[in-house]
């Protein structure tokens, strides 16, 4: 009899749910939904609940009546205390002490733990993904932001004062562009998704040629990163190197990052990662410029191997290991 | 009987020696001497040798015979092998795959260890200094380089690779000024003692109003940082204004830093700790500037304690720990 654990990813704009099993492997019964919004955290916590409840019974169906559900990983943006399961702090959400444990506990009537979301997809990288066999991953996730997430030794890693991982809000060009943290020249900016439509739109003020305006009939306002990447796929050569400017930032921020915590890999995971070579060419080849190596030279910088589903593994993933700490 | 390790402190340009009591406290027979150049890795091992066998003797004076020296804990520059103890890379002294566990050893008829001299410093800073008391601490010290050292619940913390901690790599300005290292925009041009130096003659090429001039006799070259204190504590202001934006790019470096690793303290050591206010002020206004904040409002940003002692003290620190973990 195999023993199952839902996974729960809760982002700003898509909830995700899957069961994973004890011993790792695909997510099953996934189930993916925009996020309601307007409804305060009751409307989502209730969605998410639907849908563990959901996608237990299908499990049920599929891997039959004995298939046992021990309980749900859910990955939570913002601040956390563990310990009790509270959302602390999430300006995305709009949460602010929001026992989340307690309440898919509730609801769902399973065992409940909750996690930073960026370090669940680092988790789910590490122990399903691309960063499996390392001792040490550094995951970021390029998305509306740049979440960081740390794991050491098999286990997340938040830091002493449980805030760890935040690579967004590096300094990476001081004085530079303004970070909607209230900063200047934080990674965050020039290599998320916003900050690479955004950096679009600016060189196109100045008539630029590309093909980007005809992608979107003109509006620019409706440019994101994805029409950035579908751009340079067609080979417009200004998407292309906006990308490249992107990768290049994004590659000052590893280079910090690493030299200064000394993981074995960094998996680099979120929409960009289907730009593929456009992206991570020039990451590549902007690691490889001269700077200090010996950190860099012992890490190796990879995409994710789980796209849109790292967060609910790695979910699923930090319930096992919280709940039966000898697997870690 | 009271029980001693002697401190060892390997610099490009000092070399520092001192015995300090297993339970912590001020080094005692404290000597320094300048760093031999020209006679290659024996001559400075022999001096440091020289040095330890100098400082058990005073000790035995001072003490009583029966001051038990139980072995030699020594801090140096670079990457190392600590299992065996060989410095494999210091470009600094100019050392690769030195033994260098082993010639003390067998030079002082006591048992050594060996670690990198940011990761002892910042463990003194720790054990014996400012950073009493805080469960993980991030020790910058700012010298003729950048050197930086993590200890995490009271141990030296050297990332999978061996190679954390190396904030001075930090890209703080991208594109910006050239690092020894072959990189640009590395914090360590900027808030190194050579980059404040630099820095300030740069900005005297213009023409500029300032005393520096007077104070190294029209030689220009001669400045360096601690001419730079010199003068802005003289009420020079634009030598002021140089040691206030190399301590901004030390901010930046310092939020990138805490925001990746979550420390609850953050040790400011080196020469520019004499400046106090001067480096200090301006360093605490630019934390204060909007920024992300949870891990750095969690964060406490402090002068070393322990100038000058800082790498003995935490080298006999880790003697300490190593030969008797329980301790730690």
Chains 1, 2 share one sequence.
Not at 44 to 66: F, I, K, Q, S, W
Not at 156 to 166: D, L, R, S, V, Y
Request: proline content about 5%; aromatic content about 4%.
């Amino acid at each position: 009899m195999a023993e199952w654990i839902a996974g729960v990813d809760i982002g700003g704009t898509t909830l995700s749910v899957g069961i994973v099993a004890a011993e790792g492997g695909r997510p099953r019964a996934l189930r993916v939904d925009d996020t309601p919004s307007g409804g305060g955290p009751e409307e989502v916590v209730d969605m998410v609940c639907a849908m563990v409840r959901a996608a237990v019974d299908e499990l049920a169906r599929t891997e039959g009546p004995d298939a046992t559900v021990a309980g749900v990983g859910v990955a939570a943006p913002g601040s956390l205390d563990r310990a009790r399961g509270v959302v602390l702090e999430s300006h995305n959400l709009g949460w602010f002490g929001l026992p989340l444990r307690d309440r898919v506990q509730a609801a769902t009537g399973l065992p409940t733990v909750v996690e930073n979301d960026a370090n669940c997809a680092a988790y789910g990288e590490w122990w399903q993904g691309a960063g499996r066999g390392f001792r040490s991953v550094l995951g970021i996730t390029l998305g509306t932001g740049i979440g960081g997430g740390i794991v050491m030794d098999g286990r997340p890693f938040a830091g002493a004062t449980g805030a760890a991982g935040e690579i967004g809000h590096m300094t990476v060009e001081f004085g530079g562009r303004r970070c909607t943290c209230g900063g200047r020249g934080c990674l965050e900016p020039y290599a998320s998704g916003p900050g690479i439509a955004r950096a679009a739109v600016e060189g196109l003020a100045g008539g630029t040629r590309s093909t980007l305006p005809e992608l979107v009939a003109g509006d620019l306002n409706r440019i994101t990163a994805a029409t950035v990447h579908q751009a340079a796929a067609g080979g417009d050569a200004y998407a292309a190197e906006v990308l490249a400017r992107a990768a290049q930032m994004l590659a000052a921020g590893i280079t910090g990052a690493v030299n200064l915590l000394g993981p074995e890999a960094v998996v680099v995971m979120g929409g960009v990662t289907a730009a593929g070579d456009l992206f991570f060419g020039p990451l590549a080849a902007e690691l490889g410029r001269p700077r200090f190596r010996s950190a860099l030279d012992a890490c190796t910088v990879v995409p994710g191997a789980l796209p849109g589903t790292a967060g609910v593994v790695g979910a699923a993933g930090v319930f096992r290991l919280r709940t039966d700490p000898a697997r870690g």
